[in-house]
């Protein structure tokens, strides 16, 4: 959805938000370093000068580089890409890769109980 919004009929937003910089049409994404609520980061207006943001968030980034998991969650909590927001594939509430199987047993295998 998020890479066709051709195909699923949203909006789409182009911004270079991507590990390479590259300029792309996807659906609407704001990295977390344009929204830093920290007066060091911030003008009078509420403005994030992005690269304070990018500093304050990569400071924090190196303090859970010990652990490689807590780094991952963070990085997909407070994401500068969309490829990290979808890093926790698997991972959260909604396990893709679990839903995909209990489709398959059910719509190809008929393993479903009764109802």
Same mark, same amino acid.
């Given at each position: ?5 051709? $195909?699923?009929?949203?909006? =789409? ?5 991507? =590990?390479?910089g590259?300029? #792309? ?10 929204? #830093?609520?920290?007066?060091? +980061?911030?003008d009078?207006? &509420? ?5 304070? &943001?990018?500093?304050?968030y990569? %400071? ?7 652990? =490689? ?5 963070? +990085?997909?909590?407070? +994401?500068?890409? %969309? ?6 594939? &698997? ?5 893709? $890769?679990?839903? %995909? ?13 009764? $109802?």
């Open positions: 959805m998020y890479y066709n919004t051709d $195909v699923y009929d949203i909006l =789409p937003y182009h911004h270079n938000y991507t =590990p390479a590259d300029q #792309v049409s996807t659906a609407y994404f704001i990295p977390a370093y344009t929204i #830093v609520n920290r007066p060091d +980061c911030t009078e207006r &509420g403005w994030t000068d992005p690269e304070k &943001g990018k500093a304050y990569n %400071a924090e980034r190196d303090k859970k580089a010990k652990d =490689p998991n807590a780094l991952i969650i963070y +990085c997909a909590e407070y +994401c500068f890409t %969309a490829e990290e927001a979808f890093s926790l594939e &698997g991972e959260n509430k909604f396990n893709k $890769v679990i839903i %995909a199987e209990q489709l398959a047993n059910i719509r190809l295998h008929k393993m479903a109980p009764k $109802v």
